[in-house]
């Protein structure tokens, strides 16, 4: 499924201006194999982390440069199972970017910054997977066939007893 660039902003609830400036300092996001560039849930997960890294953490996007290409692919070949329960741990002075089971006992030897993707995976799925299916949106019900072969029923019946 490929999502447009208004998708991505609104999902990501980032600024055109933002969106720009990002266009200019992560490489995946110029891409464009057609005229219009489009996207994939797992661009637009990368994307939540880095808004999430520079809002959260006050990481500048000048940092985050050396380690997009990795977030991307990163993002792009998990599987969404994986990444709904992933931790992502991010190291900058590495450059390095890694997925590791939310249940993993795992014991760093230096400094890095965790991220739970479960609540950023959890707006997309609400956002954009739910191919915009509201809860208020009626379904159609075909009741014309109960409602004519139950007045036939009736119908017959009256006929019958008038007969008799």
């Known amino acids: 499924m490929k999502f447009t660039p208004g998708q991505l902003r609104n999902v990501t609830s980032i600024s055109q201006e933002t969106y720009r400036h990002w266009k200019k300092s992560f490489p995946n996001l110029e891409k464009s194999n057609s005229k219009k560039p ?12 880095i808004r999430s890294l520079t809002q959260s953490f006050r990481i500048q996007v ?41 249940t993993s006992s795992f ?6 910054l965790v ?17 915009g299916r509201t809860s208020s949106q009626r379904t159609l019900q075909f009741p014309l066939f109960q409602q004519v072969s139950t007045q036939s029923k009736l ?10």
């Open 38 to 49: 489009c996207f994939s849930a797992g661009d637009i997960l990368a994307v939540l982390i």
């Open 62 to 102: 000048s940092a985050l440069t050396d380690v997009s290409g990795h977030l991307f692919s990163l993002t792009n070949s998990t599987p969404w199972f994986n990444l709904e329960r992933g931790v992502l741990l991010v190291s900058l002075p590495e450059k390095r970017v890694e997925l590791i089971s939310a």
């Open 107 to 112: 014991i760093p030897s230096h400094s890095l």
């Open 115 to 131: 991220l739970p993707l479960n609540e950023l995976t959890q707006v997309i799925s609400e956002s954009l997977l739910s191919n």
């Open 155 to 164: 119908s017959e019946s009256s006929t019958r007893a008038k007969q008799s």
